[in-house]
């Protein structure tokens, strides 16, 4: 497990030339969906109707903290962080990586966490996702806590 220790003053993202940040809609949930199962972040067996209907009665999940980036292909990025402090999602497609779509999307769940006054944030990931981690450190994020499956 990661996590981020937040401040007061929490930097704005800087979004990549064309990314354009969209509120959280259930119209963009297909795109979402598609890219968190093309990503592993989903079981596969979980259709999209079954994953919207588990988002709108998750008490953990706050459409403010759910994040689509766009861009002209159409879902860019997507986030999804937790009422908890938690960041559940963090997806980006294969043509929007290494542009810093990743760092913006958490930039901005850092910004949003921080204007509710929470002191840090927390994620998890698999031990083998070596950019995922290398994002993470770049964003100050640091291991303190380890689970073996």
């Not at 003053?9 to 064309?18: D, F, K, N, S, T």
């Not at 969209?22 to 990503?39: C, G």
């Not at 938690?86 to 043509?95: D, M, N």
């Not at 930039?107 to 002191?119: D, P, V």
Request: with cysteine.
């Amino acid at each position: 497990m990661l996590r981020k220790a937040l401040g007061a003053e929490q930097a704005v993202p800087r979004w990549p030339q064309g990314g354009e940040l969209r509120p959280w809609s259930p119209a963009s949930a297909p795109a979402a969906h598609a890219l968190l199962l093309a990503t592993g972040q989903l079981e596969p067996s979980l259709d999209c109707a079954q994953w919207l209907e588990q988002l709108q009665a998750d008490p953990e999940v706050c459409p403010r903290l759910c994040l689509s980036v766009f861009d002209a292909s159409g879902l860019a990025g997507f986030a999804m962080g937790w009422a908890s402090t938690f960041i559940r999602h963090l997806a980006v497609q294969p043509h929007a990586r290494r542009h810093g779509l990743g760092a913006a999307l958490l930039t901005q769940l850092f910004f949003l966490y921080s204007q509710r006054g929470e002191a840090f944030v927390d994620l998890t990931l698999r031990a083998d996702n070596t950019d995922a981690r290398r994002l993470y450190a770049r964003a100050g994020m640091f291991e303190f806590r380890r689970y073996t499956l």
